[in-house]
């Protein structure tokens, strides 16, 4: 029988979503205040407890509270009794932490080759123009063995071929010099933002993100992004594109399986769509329709559904919907667009009711066993085993120490890569240049000497030969006599 993760319930009917149905994504929705964040500390423990390995951004700081028991009062006992949760029990999560800042958790790190030129265009949000320059840069580096590690091996990679872009010309296309220079302005608006320690080695490895505890249960990976989405929420939504890209890639397929592999929370996801270019929103709709056959679910947070593109939108299986507010013509399209994402239910006017959502409460629908949605349901959602809210620094550290990751991604490493090889390019050329240049002042110099040789085979040296036109040019001009008394004053001595 498949796996079941139970989200919630009113009463009389439950919500649960189908183990084998996780992998078709889903969607958490709602204004600010009503209760995403508890919604999916649910969701994760309930993946975590069924053996799935879960990764999630923290973006305000509350999510690390997975890593310790909750704890039961009245209200708490209260829902569980509405909702008719059987076996209920307070209890921690096995939790990794992760900061791309290397603060709060474990370092994540990739390299600029596996961000690719793709990716890396919308990070710096070139034009056409210059994100073809970049993907020559790329090639350049590729045709030439050059490994893209960091931010100053692209630095020179782009370095290297504005100085050569006549010979690179004929094969890599035109690369403008002002093109060079504005990729070269963002990556130091990057390097302010915090990126350099985002691009280096050690790089993340995947299986690192799909581990399970020694019960089965499956380890919560929670990224904190607080300081990121403040910094750099360009470079926050560019990773979880990268990260969604490489499971892609890496992972192989599964078929039907009774539940997933890994699941994904990407919070604030308009971020990941916000000014992206079309051919990026189409490889991210591919990816999102595609990844499922890797056994990869993916869930977005978001406060409004208007912020999800429409093909990505559709291919949501699980919904769950807080309260939004009507206010506005635009707060009034999101809830139309909202209920209208949702199966039909005679009993529940959906468009009406999610603007009278209390803080808890949701609408929620999810895929049957066959696939097929269920009908809407009003839905209180079930409180968490673990804590709501954050750790403290001294309960943070205590789990860090305990990682089976410590140490692995602590300390950041800088092989040989495309920088030290183009700077041993730079000087070989530079010493090459500087040998031509000494060989040629040799060749001229030679030339003379020989020249000279040449003329002293004569009748007279050329000592001589100067000697007697300085002494015509005198005697032409005081006398002949007095030329005669200089002479022998001022070089007889030297003509004897």
């Known amino acids: 029988m498949s796996t079941e993760i139970l989200i919630g319930g009113n009463g009389k009917n439950q919500v649960k979503l189908a183990g084998r149905m996780a992998n078709r994504h889903g969607l958490i929705a709602g204004a600010t205040g009503t209760g995403k964040t508890v919604t999916l500390q649910v969701f994760a423990e309930g993946f975590s407890r069924a053996g799935v390995p879960v990764f999630m951004a923290d973006v305000k700081g509350d999510l690390s509270g997975l890593a310790q028991s909750g704890t039961l009062n009245d209200k708490i006992q ?136 020694f019960s089965g249960h499956g380890v919560i990976s929670v990224m904190d992004v607080t300081d990121l989405i403040s910094k750099s929420p360009r470079l926050y939504a560019t990773f979880l594109l990268w990260l969604l890209a490489e499971l892609f890639e890496q992972l192989p397929e599964v078929g039907d399986a009774d539940k997933p592999k890994l699941v994904l929370f990407f919070d604030e996801a308009h971020l990941l769509f916000d000014r992206a270019p079309q051919a990026l929103l189409d490889k991210i709709e591919q990816v999102v329709r595609l990844i499922r056959s890797k056994g990869v679910g993916v869930y977005f947070i978001s406060q409004n559904p208007l912020d999800i593109p429409s093909d990505i939108l559709g291919q949501l299986g699980a919904r769950v919907q807080h309260a939004l507010r009507a206010f506005t013509p635009k707060d009034q399209k999101a809830v139309q667009t909202a209920a209208q994402t949702f199966r039909p239910n005679p009993e529940i006017d959906t468009a009406s009711a999610i603007t009278e959502l209390g803080t808890g409460e949701a609408l929620a629908s999810t895929l049957d066993e066959k696939g097929a949605p269920t009908p809407v349901e009003r839905i209180f959602v079930c409180p968490p085993g673990s804590r709501i809210g954050p750790l403290n620094e001294v309960e943070r550290k205590e789990i860090l120490s305990r990682s089976p990751i410590r140490g692995r991604y602590d300390a950041m490493v800088d092989r040989e890569s495309a920088y030290e090889l183009l700077q041993k390019r730079v000087e070989e050329e530079s010493r090459a240049k500087a040998e031509e240049q000494a060989r040629i002042e040799a060749e001229k110099l030679q030339a003379k000497e020989e020249k000279a040789a040449q003329r002293g085979s004569g009748r007279q040296t050329i000592t001589e030969a100067i000697f007697k036109s300085v002494a015509r040019s005198v005697s032409s001009s005081i006398g002949q006599q007095i030329g005669r008394q200089i002479i022998r004053g001022v070089l007889g001595s030297l003509l004897k």
Do not use: C
């Open 78 to 213: 209260s829902r569980i009794d509405t909702i008719g949760i059987q076996g209920y029990s307070n209890a921690a999560n096995p939790v990794l932490f992760w900061d791309l800042f290397g603060k709060l958790g474990h370092p994540i790190r990739t390299t600029i080759s596996d961000m690719g030129p793709l990716l890396l265009s919308n990070l710096l949000e070139l034009n056409d123009t210059q994100t073809g320059v970049l993907y020559s840069a790329f090639a350049v580096a590729d045709d030439n063995g050059l490994l893209l590690l960091d931010l100053k091996d692209l630095r020179s990679m782009l370095n290297y071929v504005s100085e050569h872009a006549k010979e690179l010309g004929s094969q890599y296309g035109n690369i403008a010099s002002a093109s060079v220079g504005a990729i070269q302005r963002g990556l130091l608006v990057l390097e302010e933002q915090g990126a350099e320690h985002f691009f280096g080695e050690p790089a993340l490895k995947l299986e690192d993100l799909m581990i399970t505890d």
